[in-house]
């Protein structure tokens, strides 16, 4: 009984596959070479950048940090800004954070 189900089954595939490509309104699918065909992913930024962008960054956040230090050293405890500090640390972060990225993609280890 479990074999003439089986049959059965595959008879039905067979006889619905064989519907689908007779029908002329069906929807065919896309052929492969289209879906090969899309574009390349590429950088955007170009290569030829990278050790310039990291210099500049490098030394924005390092100018940050040394400013977030000057400014920590040289004022007191009641005159500091909590929104000034978070600022000037999340500038610092962003700055060397990206600075050693194009650092390491201009050394050639891709992250």
Do not use: C
């Amino acid at each position: 009984q479990l074999r003439l189900s089986v049959n059965a089954a595959r008879d039905f595939t067979l006889r619905i596959q064989r519907q689908n490509r007779a029908s002329p309104h069906s929807p065919s699918p896309p052929p492969a070479a289209a879906a090969m065909a899309s574009k390349p992913v590429t950088a955007p930024v170009p290569i030829t950048w990278y050790p310039t962008l990291a210099v500049f960054m490098l030394s924005i956040g390092l100018l940050i940090t040394a400013s977030f230090f000057i400014y920590e050293a040289t004022s007191s405890r009641k005159t500091r800004s909590l929104p000034k500090e978070l600022t000037t640390g999340a500038l610092a972060s962003f700055f060397l954070g990206f600075g050693s990225l194009f650092l390491l993609l201009a050394s050639g280890v891709y992250v």
